[in-house]
C-alpha cells in the first residue's frame, strides 16, 4: 500500500532585470547590465485549508515586482527626491523614476541576495502548513544561485 511520503510544488519563470555589483576588484559586472533570470521555486508543506501548499498566483505577483526594473541594493540609496530615488556606487550617480527601481534589503545585488530576497517573500506569505522552501535564480543558462529555507 502505498502513502504520501511528502507533497511539493514547483514553478519557474523568466523576468528580465538589470543590475550591476560593488566588487573590490575590475570586472565587467561594475557596469549596469541586464539579465533574463528565471527564477525556480519549490515548496515543500500540507495542504492548507484550499487544498493548496501555496498560491502559484504569489509567486507570479513577485516576478512581477522585479520584471523590467532596476535592481540597486538599498546601501546604495543616497536620497529620494519626490519620485525619484538618487544610486551613488561605483562612481555612478544614477537619478531612476522610483517605479522603475526595486529597492532590495541587501548589500549587493548578486544571484545570491536576489534568491534571498525572492525566498524571503515567499517565507512572508507562507502558511504554517509550509515547511521548506527552496528558490534558484539563473542568471544565464549555464549558473545559478540557490538558497533554501526550512523551518
Not at 504520501?4 to 519563470?13: G, T
Not at 500540507?46 to 522585479?66: A, P
Not at 534589503?105 to 515567499?122: D, G, L, M, Q, S
Request: net charge neutral; aromatic share 10%.
Amino acid at each position: 500500500m502505498f502513502k504520501i511520503a511528502e507533497r511539493k510544488i514547483r514553478w519557474h519563470k523568466d523576468f528580465d532585470s538589470s543590475h550591476f555589483l560593488d566588487l573590490p576588484y575590475e570586472s565587467k559586472c561594475l557596469r549596469i547590465h541586464g539579465h533574463t533570470y528565471n527564477v525556480e521555486v519549490e515548496i515543500w508543506g500540507e495542504l492548507n485549508e484550499n487544498g493548496m501548499i501555496f498560491d502559484f498566483n504569489h509567486l507570479g505577483n513577485l516576478v512581477k515586482l522585479l520584471d523590467h526594473k532596476i535592481l540597486v541594493s538599498e546601501k546604495w540609496v543616497t536620497s529620494r527626491e519626490g519620485s525619484y530615488v538618487v544610486v551613488e556606487k561605483n562612481g555612478k550617480h544614477l537619478k531612476l523614476p522610483q517605479d522603475e527601481v526595486v529597492i532590495l534589503n541587501k548589500p549587493n545585488v548578486t544571484a545570491e541576495y536576489i534568491a534571498e530576497w525572492f525566498a524571503e517573500r515567499i517565507a512572508e506569505k507562507a502558511g504554517k502548513n509550509v515547511r521548506k522552501i527552496k528558490v534558484r535564480i539563473w542568471e544565464d543558462p549555464r549558473s545559478y544561485a540557490e538558497i533554501t529555507l526550512e523551518c
